[in-house]
């Protein structure tokens, strides 16, 4: 009963969005708003951002959290945390619980005006006005569904998305929100690769930390769980794998991550290094984070799509600037 009316709230929220995004539509074709010449990197990384938030917020629909049980929220949000953080958010999880139905459906609709804002106001007042909801959304979700990125569970690894979603989130937002006059064509985009360099080199140091777990059977916590049996399947036999020879894939996921780590320091040719970096990342997406068909409250693409991205946006040689342009809006 409680998906039944779940559901069929959801359908009216639905007639809502579709006028809302109707009367944008329409704007969009009457309201003509000159655009300035930006780094073209600065306006992929933006529309890159707003897509990853409309689509969290499609992939928050299905009811996977609607439940009227604090115990059984808890599990799925915190399966790997111990037991004092699982107590810690209780006041969150009796909230949530409490009218999950309204919960949720407000998190669908932020996540998906948010997208849909940051899209169509691209540098605009309102633009930047979404970026800092965008940025204080995602330091909230970081803070109590993702009990700070999942910091305390264990093993700590960067393949569930550590040190998580809503951190990457709202570090991008706080980037996005420098003015563009601050960005640098050549040395903004270095920064950031470099940046995803060190990520990876830490990710690499942590994947192979011996008293992590994750040369043993504990390697099976840094796969994820998914509803969709499908996703759910391909996760299972990869961790079955990793089960079966835990030292050898852990080996081979440190590798990789070091040789990514060296090749985003020095950089190189576009097409090559994003197909190098997105083995490992649309991998890790698949069985560490199962593609954001998962159960999570906000952010839920995670952070394997963002970091993928900039990198392809990064690496290369400079993209330039955008040309002054004025665009329906």
Known sequence: MLVVNYYQTLIDVALFLFFVIGAKVIALFTIRVKKPAVPYVRHLLWQGYAVWWLVSGIVQIPPWVVTHSPAHLGQVLYRHDPPRVV????FFLAWWTAKPITWNILVILVQILVGLMLITEEEDLAGRITLVVAGIWSFLVWLI????????????SAVPGAPGAGLIAAGIAAILLVPPRHWHVEKTPRGIRQI???YCALAALVQMNPWSGLWGPDIRKIFAY??????????????????????VYNLGLSIYFLILAVALWRNGNRWLFIGLASVLWLWIWLTGQGLGLVPEIGDNLNTAPLVLWLIAITVGRPMGMTKNRGRLG
């Open 87 to 90: 107590a810690f958010y209780h």
């Open 196 to 198: 995803i360099a060190v």
């Open 226 to 247: 998914s509803p969709v049996s499908g996703v759910q399947k391909v996760i299972g036999m990869a961790a079955q794998i990793a089960h079966n020879s835990p030292e």
């Open 145 to 156: 569904p993702e009990a700070l990125g999942h910091l305390l569970g264990v093993p700590f």
